[in-house]
């Protein structure tokens, strides 16, 4: 997804959001100066339009401090073409203009209040912002994995900023949506007992493609089934290619230490469809029809598997000097063979004395899941600015 400021439209479709000039808008407050008498913390949306980001707008309110007062001040909404601003006279709604994101920083610190911006877009360019913004002592908070999951670099400039400006940074949602993953691997990181060896279900699309191969659907079936319930990505290539499952992994390897700054382990990935198939059809055919001539390969490789007692499903796998994602067939009674819905399951063994294994498994996709999640990391990025505040 690029960043498009080529066509501004300004539109007041924002649920929960309406242009209302000289009143005072519900969810929206005019800016305060100083600090935060009211006990609030500014909250710039990024993605307000989507899915995940219509949902966390929704529930904005809902993040309470233990006193039952809202925490959350929300201050900007900004999608690709318009952005919401309120004012002490009502919302501003603009077009968007270029440096809207860039000006970020600049923007919330002349308020002086405590902020975190959270970006509920899939851009792979926004999260090269994220350090200005963490530098500036702005909280960030995001279910996008382009910021973690991939250059090395832009990785360390955010984790380093977020020490340096002392701001929060929240990513939970990037793996597993709403299961604790990130948090039970770096509580283990920070015990010395970090896993060595991870097997893991992390897509819950495929889950539920496979799931509806086995219960007897064609691929092209299955993803047309997934897609139709809004479980895959816009494109459902995307999510055939496994290459979000191997950011995920490599989300995980680096929370668990696994990934040392110079020698990120290579990830070796294999596509549910081939990749250069997939090139030659993408944007040219329909995807689904295209997907009809892949039915044959794994109607057969299903009744295979299935003759044998076993199931398939995608897997993602590291242990020291191997790191891979892709298809695999396990015995039908394993726990990974018996998933649900969308559900994801981590196998993190190696731990050491004790406890050697950890199993986190539970509900790994969808809207409301990961929404929940972005909420949970909001309201302690919110708590921990609160408190900075409180000690300054
Ligand atoms: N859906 C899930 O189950 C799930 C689970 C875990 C993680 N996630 C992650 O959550 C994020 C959002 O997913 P989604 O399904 O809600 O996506 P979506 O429905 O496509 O929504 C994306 C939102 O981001 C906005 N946006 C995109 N690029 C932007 C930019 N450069 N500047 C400002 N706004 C921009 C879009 O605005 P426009 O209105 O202008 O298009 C839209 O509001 C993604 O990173 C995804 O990987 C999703």
Not at 112 to 135: H, N, Q
Not at 168 to 195: F, I
Not at 250 to 264: F, K, N, P, S, T
Not at 312 to 326: H, K, L, N, S
Request: with cysteine; net charge neutral; glycine share 10%.
């Amino acid at each position: 997804m690029t960043t498009n400021f080529a066509t501004p439209k300004t539109s007041a479709s924002h649920k929960g959001l309406e242009p209302t000039a000289g009143r005072s808008v519900p969810g929206i407050r005019a800016p305060l100066p100083g600090h935060s008498p009211d006990g609030t913390v500014d909250v710039v949306l990024i993605g307000h339009t989507g899915q995940v980001g219509g949902a966390v707008l929704e529930r904005l309110g809902d993040v309470r401090d233990p006193a039952g007062r809202p925490m959350l001040a929300l201050r900007e909404s900004i999608n690709r073409r318009e952005h919401v601003i309120g004012t002490e006279r009502g919302l501003d709604v603009r077009s968007r203009a270029p440096g809207t994101l860039a000006e970020l920083a600049r923007r919330l610190a002349g308020r002086g209040r405590p902020a975190v911006v959270v970006d509920c877009s899939a851009d792979p360019d926004l999260p090269a912002l994220y350090p200005d913004w963490l530098r500036a002592g702005i909280g960030v908070v995001t279910p996008n994995k382009f910021g973690f999951a991939g250059n090395r670099a832009l990785y360390d400039r955010i984790q380093s900023a977020a020490r340096s400006g002392r701001a929060p940074l929240g990513y939970a949602a990037t793996v597993g949506a709403g299961l604790p993953v990130l948090a039970t691997l770096r509580r283990l990181r920070a015990s010395g007992r970090a896993p060595t060896k991870i097997t893991a279900v992390v897509s819950g699309t495929l889950v539920q493609v496979f799931g509806r191969m086995h219960d007897g659907a064609l691929l092209s079936e299955a993803v047309a089934a997934a897609r139709d319930a809004g479980c895959t990505e816009p494109d459902p290539l995307d999510d055939l290619s496994g290459k979000d499952v191997a950011r995920k992994l490599r989300i995980l390897l680096r929370e668990a230490g696994q990934a040392a700054e110079d020698a990120e382990p290579v990830i070796d990935r294999e596509p549910v469809v081939e990749d250069r198939w997939a090139q030659e059809i993408r944007g040219r055919l329909d995807v689904i029809e295209a997907l009809q001539r892949q039915d044959a390969r794994w109607a057969a490789r299903l009744t295979a598997a299935e003759q044998n007692r076993q199931r398939w499903i995608y897997r993602a796998f590291a242990e020291p000097g191997r790191a891979q994602v892709g298809p695999a067939t396990v015995a039908a009674d394993d726990p990974f063979g018996r998933l649900d819905g969308s559900d994801n399951r981590l196998v993190l063994d190696g731990i050491g004395n004790g406890a050697t294994r950890v199993v986190i498994e539970g509900p790994g996709a969808g809207i409301e899941v990961t929404a929940t999640s972005v909420l949970s990391d909001l309201a302690e990025a919110a708590a921990s600015q609160l408190l900075r505040l409180a000690v300054a």
